[in-house]
């Protein structure tokens, strides 16, 4: 056994908490050495699995109980004791996979066909409160540590004003959320409503999700649709069709970055565990190609002001470089209280952090001269560090939703940086913030004053022209769109007319002036011609 196989053995002992922790570091080789990384891959799908018989008992057990309810068994598949062993004789003798909360069998259910049967680990609960105590009880000691007698910052707290205990126990929070299967069905059916390929209401994408079976749901055992499709980062090295294999990968991979982007800012529903165990490439009934998503268990609903706030930072940091706008939009954000951003000492002190943290986790190209904005590349090395720092200098509150949409991220960009080196996931983050501000679809004030300041020229504080035409320029060269489509969307969005009356008031305005100057001019110089022949004459 290798050194990096007993760090995953050892993260699989400690129990599932630490486990999603190992999850988590497993999407990030360009952070971990590459075998470490590997194998901690392991821990989402590949995990030891509990025996078969208890996994079975419960299932038989959980089915008999449902079944007990006679509103359930008259809608059920199983509706009699001939179809429910049929159902029990079709599991796979193994689990087809197993992770830190549950496992899952593959079976057929009669009048229906392949079903997937997850079953929750007997004594799950017990271990994560065990470990919910641990972490909270080593979290308040580490906060109640203080700089030594005889430093600068005597009897100090040693972690600032960093607030571990409420992190660690926000952590234990979405564990325990993950073990509720009852509100993970619950999930499925309203991720199902949004985003599913077949019956979806998304217009931005839309994926292969599941469909789960409510009256085979218990608190411990869920029952849904199979879903046959391979992982995103299986890819065969001696094949022939590896790089085209790889293309399709990746396409997928930043299909899931987007369908994450529209989570975060269009919905607000946010799928916060897209590892690779549950994110799938799954080929349709029509030969097409698709993204499949599974687990469900840690979802978490993003508020608008929220997603306003989000779109309008990255525009003010990619397009703007302006520091003191996002500095001011952490109060959107739910990151600072007001009074941090309405005390000039206390704001100053702010920007010039931020400007030090984005100086150390952003690469910016060296010619920025392009057709479009240069768009920078983020450093994820030093990003913990960095945040850290920022973190424990200021009284940041870092709500769960925005934690787990920095993991959701963060995992994609680590398994597209293993299909391709180069990937910059910022280049699909910024176009789709573009569209966003520009289409303002909720009719938010926070995005249509964001665009107007963005647009004003920095020196005359006035409406530029051709600022707006640069960001009109991006949406269109990053985002494929034809400048038909992007002026014709920017002219109908609700969001987006007074912002597109004010580009085409501020462009005839402009060409009144050019027209103006030109007639003061033509004009004397005509009337001094004719002055000069009338003295010929």
Excluded at 15 to 42: S, Y
Excluded at 288 to 313: K, S, T, W
Excluded at 416 to 428: G, M, T, Y
Excluded at 434 to 454: G, H, Q
Aim: charged residues 25%.
């Amino acid at each position: 056994m290798t050194n990096a196989q007993r760090v995953a053995d050892g993260f699989q002992q400690l129990g599932p908490t630490f486990v999603k922790v190992g999850q988590a570091l497993a999407t990030r080789p360009d952070i971990l050495h590459v075998p470490l990384a590997e194998a901690l891959a392991n821990l989402h799908d590949n995990m030891r699995p509990f025996d078969n018989l208890m996994a079975k008992r419960i299932i038989r057990r959980d089915l008999f109980f449902l079944m007990k309810d006679k509103t359930i068994k008259d809608a059920s598949y199983l509706y009699d004791d001939k179809a429910r062993k049929a159902f029990m004789d079709s599991l796979s003798d193994q689990p087809v996979a197993a992770a830190s909360m549950a496992q899952v069998y593959k079976g057929t259910l009669p009048g229906y066909g392949y079903v997937a049967v997850k079953v929750q680990r007997p004594g799950i609960r017990k271990k994560v409160e065990r470990d919910a105590t641990l972490l909270h009880s080593t979290a308040t000691w580490i906060e109640s540590l203080k700089w030594p007698r005889g430093t600068p910052k005597d009897g100090q707290r040693l972690v600032g004003s960093m607030q571990i205990v409420k992190t660690v126990d926000e952590l234990t929070s979405r564990v325990f959320e993950d073990m509720d299967f009852n509100h993970e069905a619950e999930n499925m059916k309203a991720f199902s409503q949004m985003y599913c390929h077949k019956r979806g209401t998304s217009k931005t994408v839309q994926v292969v999700v599941p469909e789960v079976i409510p009256e085979l749901c218990s608190s411990r055992v869920i029952v849904m649709e199979w879903i046959e499709g391979t992982k995103l980062t299986d890819i065969c090295d001696g094949c022939v069709d590896k790089e085209d294999t790889v293309a399709e990968n990746l396409t997928l991979v930043k299909k899931a970055i987007e369908c994450t982007l529209s989570q975060v800012l269009d919905t607000g529903l946010l799928h916060a565990d897209p590892h690779p165990g549950n994110l799938l490439k799954v080929r349709t009934q029509d030969n097409h190609i698709e993204l499949g998503y599974l687990d469900f268990g840690l979802v978490n609903y993003v508020p608008q002001a929220v997603r306003d706030g989000i779109v309008c930072a990255v525009v003010q940091l990619v397009f703007a470089r302006n520091i003191e706008a996002v500095a001011d939009l952490c109060v959107d954000l739910k990151l600072l209280p007001p009074e941090k951003i309405e005390d000039p000492i206390e704001r100053q002190k702010l920007v010039e952090a931020l400007k030090k943290t984005f100086d150390d986790i952003l690469i910016w190209p060296k010619d920025a001269q392009g057709r479009s904005t240069a768009v920078p590349k983020v450093r994820f090395e030093h990003l913990i560090a960095s945040l850290t720092d920022l973190v424990g200098s200021f009284e940041f509150t870092v709500p769960p939703y925005f934690l787990n949409n920095a993991r959701a991220l963060a995992t994609l960009e680590g398994i597209a940086l293993k299909l391709d080196p180069n990937f910059n996931i910022l280049r699909v983050i910024y176009p789709y913030s573009i569209n966003r501000l520009m289409l303002n679809p909720t009719v938010s004030k926070l995005a249509e004053d964001t665009f107007l300041d963005i647009c004003n020229s920095p020196d005359t504080k006035l409406f530029d022209t051709h600022r707006s035409m640069m960001l009109l320029n991006d949406w269109a060269l990053l985002t494929g769109y034809p400048k038909r489509k992007i002026f014709w969307d920017l002219a109908t969005s609700a969001g987006s007319r007074h912002v597109s009356s004010k580009i085409i008031q501020d462009f005839f305005r402009k060409r009144y002036r050019s027209m103006l100057q030109w007639y003061q001019n033509f004009i004397p110089n005509r009337l001094k011609g004719h002055h000069k022949l009338r003295l010929k004459l």
